[in-house]
């Protein structure tokens, strides 16, 4: 009881607050529990949101609203409604040329040890899936998240933490905030829970400094506060165009075209035929079968209805609907018929032929390197919050990474040419594994070939430059894949 009262002189104190136009921060609102005046604050783009989502699901496309055919003394004419799945296609291409291969990841400056704890981190927590899956989501919706949510294990007491995505079509709203130059200052996203069969609404919120879980009451709001241990805001917001941006009414017009000459082929799906009045009448009973029709003059007639051919106007505009669709969007078409042969080209000569791919990929690069960048960062403050005795290894890192090649044929013929720097004297032992980038422990890698090579020496076996004997040149039947060590 003494709760519930608590609630009404805190929704009435906040009322009285709002009126008298009194300056309060994020902080200061949430330990008011002022939580509608909280989100206030934050960036809200659900109308933008929801125009995408309408946008990506075929089934809630303008064509779907084609009115029927009502016809006198008949049923209506159903008309056709062939919406087609253009976003989702230009979406997942672009998800392709970005993310199609996983990120590679390079120590540059510190621990081994500590540089596997974050490649073990990546791995268990299925980083790469869980970063396509956000992609797809941002490029989809034009924004998503990509969250760590740090607890205690309720059996062991241990420290845990869970990657997630959030995203409007997974039941989230996301509410972002920047201040003047661009920084994230704080977080929320709100989400409905079931409980006793009532639907509980919450926002949970993120600075660098709090974690704040807010659940509405019956009136008012409850709240509950605790610091941030990573001293960072644990989200990744992803936001971006819409990866079919610029051509809405493109393909709104091909599915309308599509859909009409649907109506067209129905109408003429079943034989046609045209007569005269005296051929008629002979057709006793016009719906039976191998009857005979008797021409009785010079003007009796009797003939087929062909449905009209397609103008040529109209099949050159569905063709450059086609094209120009995937061109406005830096799209490559991956034809069947466009794709025959291009096994046996090259790794640049592919690179030149989806040149528009990797435009766009390099257009989105611009949003993603420095989200990738600031991932990086939450990562080595969530594993030093986890593993209190390696803080300092884990702080002193500096690990770069890079957007793998889409095609895997460049990745193979980088290997040779590392390969061949070596070999040539080009390049030393230590940077050639490093650029091969097929261990995670390079420091380690390189002693053991030292090692194999000094026991050689010792055998009185000079190490040979071919190939075979070569530690830093990799085998002939080279995997298509990095070999974590």
Sequence with gaps: MNNYLQQILTYFRNLTLNASGVSRDLYQLLQDKDISRALDMLQNRDDEVDQAIKEYNPQTHDVMKRPNKF???DDPYITEKLPRTRARYINDIELFFLLGNPIEWKKEEGDDEAFSLFTDFLEEQHFNSRIRQAKRLAGAETESTLIAHIYRDDDTGERRVKLNVLARSKGYRLRPLFDTIGNMT????????KEHGRSIQHW??????????????????EVEIYPNPTGKINVIYFQQPKAWDGAEA?????????SKTGDTNNYFSDPIAAATA?????????NKPGK???????????????PPQASQTRDAEKSDLSKSILFDTYTPDFDTEAMRGFGTLSGVAIRNAFILGYIKRDNRKEIYDELVGRFRNI???????????????????KIKFEFAEPFADDKQAKWQSIASLYQAGLISLETAVTMLSLTDAPEEEIARLLAA?????QQGQQPSANKEDNPAQPPVNIPREPISA
Excluded at 250 to 258: A, G, K, Q, S, T
Excluded at 278 to 286: E, H
Excluded at 296 to 302: L, V
Excluded at 383 to 395: N, S, T, V, W
Aim: proline letters at 3%; a positive charge; aromatic letters at 10%.
């Design 453 to 457: 090579s000094a026991q050689k020496q």
């Design 186 to 193: 704080a977080f929320a996203y709100g989400y409905v829970t």
């Design 379 to 397: 990562v080595i403050a969530i594993l030093a919050y986890e593993h209190p005795d390696k803080r300092k290894a884990l702080e002193s890192l």
């Design 292 to 306: 005979l029709i008797q021409l009785t003059g010079e003007k009796s007639r009797f003939e087929y209805v062909n």
């Design 250 to 258: 493109r393909i709104n017009r091909e599915e309308m075209l599509d």
């Design 204 to 221: 949970d919120f993120q600075t660098p400094k709090i974690l704040a879980y807010c659940r509405k009451a019956q009136i008012g709001w």
């Design 71 to 73: 016809r006198k003394g």
């Design 278 to 286: 005296d051929v008629i009448q002979t057709m006793t009973d016009p």
